[in-house]
């Protein structure tokens, strides 16, 4: 039977220089020690009513929803990749996502401010809607062969 490795999946990347670990994460390690303060704070408060006590720390749980943010991965591959259920996996990363933007410091600034600011933005519009594709209609003559042997005949 092979090895178990029990460390958090947060252990195995800490080493990781800054390039490599936001490569990885999509944050710098800085970003996610702010990230990891907030969510360590709310996880306090929220620990105060009790409860049954996390399979994740906090790190992995920030790790688990930026995964999630970052690579489009889905709730059921996320949870067995962190030993969970897919609702598990689901609750932890809206709990993350949620902490942070209560806090404020990772929240964009509304449509009021924005406009207010002297900033200039560009938008691209990309129309990405469906059209149908235009093909011949199918007719039973079509089907079975018949029309090039009625145009034949037309013609002669």
């Not at 105060?48 to 970052?70: F, Q, S, W």
């Not at 990309?126 to 145009?151: H, I, L, Y």
Request: glycine letters at 8%.
């Amino acid at each position: 039977m092979g090895f178990i490795d029990m460390r958090s999946h947060y252990d195995k990347i800490k080493g990781l220089n800054e390039g490599s670990f936001r490569r990885l994460t999509g944050v710098k390690p800085k970003t996610f020690g702010k990230m990891a303060a907030i969510l360590k704070a709310a996880f306090e408060k929220k620990r105060e009513r009790g409860g049954r006590p996390n399979k994740l720390c906090v790190e992995d749980m920030l790790l688990m929803a930026l995964e999630y943010l970052r690579e489009y991965r889905t709730y059921f591959h996320i949870g067995q990749s962190y030993g969970l259920s897919e609702s598990n996996a689901y609750k932890g990363t809206k709990w993350v996502e949620g902490s942070l933007i209560k806090d404020g410091a990772f929240s964009l600034p509304g449509r009021k401010a924005l406009l207010k600011s002297d900033a200039e933005y560009e938008i691209v519009l990309v129309d990405a809607t469906e059209t149908p594709v235009e093909r011949p209609k199918k007719t039973k003559e079509m089907a079975f062969g018949q029309e090039k042997a009625s145009r034949r005949q037309s013609f002669r």
